[in-house]
């Protein structure tokens, strides 16, 4: 059945560095969407990408979707605390409203 | 504005007990319904899915089975439970229509098993 993998599992970066998660689907996506899971709560959904090769930035993160529509990353800029949490990618079956959900990449942010 | 409710938020039960979840979304009308069961530390695992009233369909094969006997509540259910069956249930809605169609999720019910 169609996969979506997310690499790495879990990241640990100091404050003020870089963060990057990486999303690959086994089959071409209709889309893709982005979710924050603060610990403890639900995921929160973040953004969609539905065009080959596009790009979406909100303010410190920058999303991408990849020319073949089969992978996408989520970049983070310069850490802070409150980046603390596990991004969720989930690609999109064609035609249906499922997702297909990673397994999710946590991000744990050191003062 | 649309809100999404889910209780218990917290259970305890033995194996071989009956469970009977339920999810309630208000400010919206045919919504699409998600159970999903997360383990912990894991993703998320899509267990049902519903367009409409009575409409369930089944993800993947397991101890649990679900209905939708209005519009905008979605119950979860087991005959039995099994310690496999420990988890967080986060109930979901997305809607129809637009574009973008993103899933709203419920604050989720941590459930163990013992």
């Known amino acids: 059945g169609q996969q979506v993998m997310q690499i790495p599992q879990y990241q640990h970066v100091q404050e003020g560095e870089d963060f990057t998660t990486y999303c690959n689907s086994s089959?071409?996506?209709?889309?893709i969407q982005w979710y924050k899971q603060r610990p403890g709560g639900h995921p929160v959904f973040l953004i969609q990408?539905?065009?080959?090769?596009e790009v979406k930035k909100q303010k410190r993160l920058t999303f991408q979707f990849g020319e073949a529509k089969k992978n996408s990353s989520l970049h983070i800029t310069a850490t802070q605390t409150t980046d603390v949490g596990t991004y969720f990618c989930a690609g999109k079956r064609s035609n249906t409203g499922k997702l297909i959900f990673g397994q999710g990449t946590t991000l744990q942010v050191k003062p | 504005s649309q809100t999404i409710h889910q209780w218990p938020a917290t259970l305890v039960q033995p194996v071989g007990s009956p469970l009977s979840l339920e999810c309630t979304v208000e400010?919206?009308?045919?919504?699409?319904l998600y159970w999903y069961r997360q383990a912990a530390g894991r993703g998320l695992q899509l267990l049902f899915y519903s367009v409409g009233i009575g409409q369930i369909s089944s993800e993947v094969p397991q101890n649990l089975s679900a209905s939708r006997p209005q519009d905008r509540q979605f119950i979860l259910s087991s005959k039995k439970l099994l310690l496999s069956d420990s988890g967080f249930y986060l109930c979901?809605?997305?809607?129809?229509?637009?574009?973008?169609?993103?899933?709203?999720f419920g604050p989720g019910t941590r459930l163990t098993v013992t």
């Open positions: 990408l539905v065009k080959s090769g």
């Open positions: 089959t071409t996506l209709s889309n």
């Open positions: 979901a809605w997305s809607g129809t229509g637009g574009a973008i169609h993103e899933q709203y």
């Open positions: 400010g919206t009308s045919n919504p699409n």
